[in-house]
């Protein structure tokens, strides 16, 4: 039976890390603005959808969207010991370096049965000006086998966090803009994960263009 919600340990360290960490650098650091909570799911599984520009992005989001966000990461951090039971409870699941195998979309499927959100970003990696190009199916694969909705979020301003030749994150101001959810792939035909894929792209890329 799936869950409703993620389990009640890994919400209560997404508080624990949101509240004193990354509430004041979102908020305050980087004059972070939020828009269209109210499309976030309340309950259940669900796929975050978005567009990737700086390394900042995976907390930044997990706090816009009001719900722990369970990311891919590099299988090598898994390897010590302490870190991989902590990030786990955070919930990340471990990837092989440029691969996406079986084994990680059966990692995210756990977590959405669980309860949990599971975020991908859509180009893979970071873009230079944040928006997405070259968006890759996964996302919708993964939601078309565990039947959840993808929600659309765009990151706006932080590709210019991580600046060349800065040792430190630049306050820069970033806004985060949460679409309406977009129901999942009827099948996991290319086609049809194409289809959907290209609307999530749409979608993220206006809400890009609306700016601050």
Partial sequence: MSRSREPFISLALYHAFKQPLINPFFYLYLQGKVAGTEHIPK??????VSNHGSNFDPPLLSAAVLRPVAYMAKEE???????KNAIKLYG??????????RTTIKAA?????????????????????????????????????????LLPVCLWGTH????????????????????????PPTS?????????????????????????
């Fill in 160 to 183: 210019l966090i991580e600046q060349k030749g800065k040792k430190y994150p630049q306050s820069t101001p970033v806004t985060v803009r949460i679409g309406e959810l977009i129901s």
């Fill in 77 to 83: 951090l898994f390897e010590v010991p302490v870190l």
């Fill in 43 to 48: 309950s259940g599984g669900f796929v975050v």
């Fill in 92 to 101: 990340a699941y471990p990837v092989k370096r440029g691969a996406v195998d």
């Fill in 188 to 212: 996991t035909k290319r086609s049809e994960l194409d289809r959907v894929t290209d609307l999530c792209t749409t979608k993220i890329n206006a809400l890009h263009d609306l700016g601050r």
């Fill in 109 to 149: 499927l756990a977590y959405l049965d669980q309860g949990w959100g599971v975020g991908i970003f859509l180009s893979g990696t970071r873009t230079p000006d944040g928006k997405v190009v070259d968006p890759k199916p996964g996302a919708a694969l993964i939601a078309a086998k565990a039947q959840v909705p």
